[in-house]
């Protein structure tokens, strides 16, 4: 199987083109990004699909080799599906954004620009941390809270001499 250089080249210049108007701030331009996103990736799919072949019906006589793989073209389908769908959503929120800015420019953030103005350094994240952050004492001081229980009487052994010398 080869890949077609044409469409190889075709989807490389479509993610390209894709990504190139998905950075800009314009609701429209992010739109027409992801449609070119999409067409790329169908366009993938449709090279690796590999060349032309018999239709994917099993005949008798026929090897497997000759059939076309039918799974590129169910992928596209579902690709196109979905973003159908969500250059329906995407339309939607352009639409509602002129609505009510007369503009499709996404605005800046004003808290955004605060956190963003704000120095680098916090006093929780930029803290000194020890060397052992464990939670867990060192093994020594665990064996030395060890012996300090063991050697204290048990408490159950207390309450059960108590119990025998009541029932006498």
Not at 58 to 64: E, F, I
Request: proline share 6%; charged share 20%; net charge negative.
């Amino acid at each position: 199987m080869t890949v077609n250089l044409t469409l190889a080249i075709l989807a490389g210049l479509l993610f390209a083109t894709g990504i190139y108007l998905l950075l800009e701030r314009s609701l429209t331009r992010v739109l027409l990004g992801l449609m070119l996103l999409t067409n790329g990736a169908n366009v993938l799919l449709l090279a690796t699909g590999g060349g032309a072949g018999l239709a994917p019906l099993v005949t008798k006589g026929t090897s497997a080799a000759a059939y076309s793989d039918p799974l590129p073209q169910a992928l596209i389908l579902t690709s196109i599906v979905i973003s159908f769908a969500v250059t329906a959503f995407l339309l939607a929120l352009v639409y509602r954004t002129w609505q009510l800015g007369r503009a499709d420019v996404v605005a800046d953030d004003l808290e955004d620009r605060r956190v963003a103005a704000q120095p680098s350094w916090d006093a929780e994240d930029d803290a000194d941390v020890p060397d052992d952050p464990s939670e867990f004492p060192s093994p020594e001081a665990a064996a030395a809270a060890d012996q300090a229980v063991l050697s204290r009487p048990d408490p159950r052994s207390h309450a059960l001499q108590r119990k025998e010398a009541e029932r006498e």
